[in-house]
């Protein structure tokens, strides 16, 4: 089992920066796969960025490229997300996840979900 606790979500005016974390427990994450993922009010779950917790790869959904970075801290045990140039579409909670593979993007590959942490952009 993997227990999961993002923080640092809030309210940021549009063309701020915020930064996630998600604090990882119950297991050696060497071989996981972490992820991003957002969810806005009244629409489907949506990747975000990955990295691989053992060499560190990153991916980035389309949208996000550039103004996002997913990042480790392996003496920590916790994955962050850098958000910067936020705009109000950001507006979503946004939860971490941690699967099983070596890198995965879509929501059914991940086996362990946080609560999630709300993050709201005005414009």
């Known amino acids: 089992q993997v227990q999961l606790v993002e923080s640092g979500g809030g309210l940021v005016q549009a063309g701020g920066s915020l930064r996630l974390s998600c604090l990882a427990s119950?297991?050696?994450?060497?071989?996981?796969?972490m992820g991003w993922f957002r969810q806005a009010p009244g629409k489907e779950r949506e990747f975000v960025a990955a990295?691989?917790?053992?060499?560190?790869?990153?991916y980035y959904a389309v949208g996000v490229k550039g103004r996002f970075t997913i990042s480790r801290d392996s003496t920590k045990n916790t994955m962050y997300l850098q958000m910067t140039s936020l705009k109000p579409e950001d507006t979503a909670v946004y939860s971490c996840?941690?699967?099983?593979?070596?890198?995965?993007?879509?929501?059914?590959?991940?086996?362990?979900w946080g609560q999630g942490t709300q993050v709201t952009v005005s414009s």
């Open positions: 996840a941690a699967a099983t593979t070596w890198v995965a993007t879509t929501t059914r590959e991940y086996d362990y």
């Open positions: 119950g297991r050696t994450l060497s071989n996981y796969a």
């Open positions: 990295i691989n917790w053992g060499v560190g790869m990153t």
